[in-house]
């Protein structure tokens, strides 16, 4: 089945050490996103890629960082986690905006732990 | 500016019908969205409407939109046990690629 993939489910990382989650896709879709969500708390958006063309929220902190090298998948680089990085991570993709309904479709996330 | 607002928690008895309502304030929005997250998982969309439409029906669910107002609900109808989850309301507008908003999500229990 097509669909969003992330790996690890679960990530165990220390304060300060560089961690990467990554995410993969078989709907070659244009759009991936990633957002942070925090227990009891909407999704918020960090940034998106459009193809190549990357579109950093205006208070994504400078910590994260993320890169996209092919279609399929995307990653997201925290370059020292802060205990208050602990969250679910969930990637999202979309088609082309102009390509019918803008449907974001979400992997099943994975939960961050900083120790 | 953008802003999704739902109340955080409903209860409900099993085979009743279930409302969710949601408000937003950017008058703006295209598309209007109501996703389903269990826990540990990842979000689900369930259905979507259309800024020009005011109601949508997919099975169970009944989705009606009050642009005037700026409100949004969503209607389960028979809410089974499975039904338990956060639902998401969720906002688009014509910015950048479609970028989603989202309310803090409203706590569904389900009771037998």
């Known amino acids: 089945d097509a669909m969003v993939i992330q790996n690890p489910r679960y990530q165990v990382t220390q304060f300060g050490k560089p961690v990467t989650l990554s995410c993969s896709q078989t709907?070659?879709?244009?759009?991936m996103y990633w957002y942070q969500q925090k227990s009891s708390q909407a999704p918020k958006l960090l940034f998106h890629?459009?193809?190549?063309?990357?579109?950093n929220e205006a208070d994504t902190p400078d910590n994260f960082q993320s890169r996209r090298p092919n279609t399929s998948f995307c990653f997201l680089d925290i370059r020292s986690p802060g205990l208050g990085d602990a969250a679910m991570y969930l990637c999202?993709?979309?088609?082309?905006?102009?390509?019918?309904?803008?449907?974001?479709?979400f992997g099943p996330g994975t939960r961050l732990t900083v120790t | 500016g953008e802003d999704v607002e739902q109340s955080l928690f409903l209860s409900v008895r099993e085979g009743d019908s279930s409302v969710i309502n949601c408000t937003y304030t950017?008058?703006?929005?295209?598309?209007l969205y109501w996703y389903k997250q269990e826990p540990g998982a990842g979000l689900q969309l369930l259905t979507y409407?259309?800024?020009?439409?005011d109601m949508k029906q997919d099975q169970r669910l009944t989705v009606l939109l009050n642009k005037k107002d700026k409100h949004l609900s969503l209607r389960i109808a028979d809410t089974q046990t499975g039904d338990s989850a956060i639902y998401f309301c969720?906002?688009?507008?014509?910015?950048?690629?479609?970028?989603?908003?989202f309310g803090k999500g409203t706590m569904l229990l389900v009771s037998p």
């Open positions: 999202a993709t979309s088609r082309d905006p102009g390509q019918g309904i803008p449907e974001q479709y």
């Open positions: 709907l070659n879709h244009n759009v």
């Open positions: 890629y459009y193809d190549k063309d990357f579109n």
């Open positions: 950017d008058s703006s929005s295209t598309y």
């Open positions: 409407i259309f800024s020009n439409m």
């Open positions: 969720a906002e688009t507008t014509p910015r950048g690629y479609s970028t989603l908003t």
